[in-house]
T-cell receptor, first 112, second 113 residues
Framework: DAEITQSPRHKITETGRQVTLACHQT?????MFWYRQDLGHGLRLIHY???????NKGEVSDGYSVSRSNTEDLPLTLESAASSQTSVYFC???????????FGQGTRLTVV | DQQVKQNSPSLSVQEGRISILNCDYT??????FLWYKKYPAEGPTFLIS?????DKNEDGRFTVFLNKSAKHLSLHIVPSQPGDSAVYFC????????????FGRGTSLIVHP
């Protein structure tokens, strides 16, 4: 079955370190997104991509970057991790004409 | 400024009764609305959706109602079951931000046996 997977599921890192969260989907979807979930804020959009080599900033993109070198992967990089980036991160994808987005299981990131 | 608002952080309902989750929006350009369900330690999963040209969509125990003039939608679950206990997110899409849902803050539903 096609799926979307995130790794790692849990990560603890130190302030100032660079961290990369992986997202891989096997649906061959063009559209991929990253959200963060925080108590009291719901899901907020970080970055999104409509296809290979396309990336766009979302609502809370400061301190994050993404790259899209192929259809299947959209890694999220925290250039210099900050405590404010402690959160649960969700990757999602959707194909052309799909009504809904499919989400990964999430990565819980703690910055100490 | 929040474009999708879920003003009730939590809702508690008895098993067998109706659960009504509410959502308000401010952006009149939204043309598609979705509800997602999320269990702890899992990603959100799609539940039901409705196009802005409709006022009702039903799928089994789940019905979504849309009132465009009031910019309000609601999710009805009848009858509620303990397995429905989860966080429910309301989401909406605009043609300009194609395919990408904007989410509300979520409502935690607890269904008591």
């Amino acid at each position: 079955d096609a799926e979307i997977t995130q790794s790692p599921r849990h990560k603890i890192t130190e302030t100032g370190r660079q961290v990369t969260l992986a997202c891989h989907q096997t649906w061959n979807h063009n559209n991929m997104f990253w959200y963060r979930q925080d108590l009291g804020h719901g899901l907020r959009l970080i970055h999104y991509s409509y296809g290979v080599h396309d990336t766009n900033k979302g609502e809370v993109s400061d301190g994050y970057s993404v790259s899209r070198s192929n259809t299947e992967d959209l890694p999220l990089t925290l250039e210099s991790a900050a405590s404010s980036q402690t959160s649960v991160y969700f990757c999602a994808s959707t194909g052309e004409g799909n009504t809904e987005a499919f989400f990964g299981q999430g990565t819980r990131l703690t910055v100490v | 400024d929040q474009q999708v608002k879920q003003n009730s952080p939590s809702l508690s309902v008895q098993e067998g009764r109706i659960s009504i989750l509410n959502c308000d929006y401010t952006n009149s350009m939204f043309d598609y609305f979705l509800w997602y369900k999320k269990y702890p330690a899992e990603g959100p999963t799609f539940l039901i959706s409705i196009s802005s040209i409709k006022d009702k969509n039903e799928d089994g125990r789940f019905t979504v109602f849309l009132n465009k003039s009031a910019k309000h939608l609601s999710l009805h679950i009848v009858p509620s079951q303990p397995g429905d206990s989860a966080v429910y997110f309301c989401a909406a899409r605009t043609p300009s931000l194609f395919y990408i849902p904007t989410f509300g803050r979520g409502t935690s539903l607890i269904v008591h046996p």
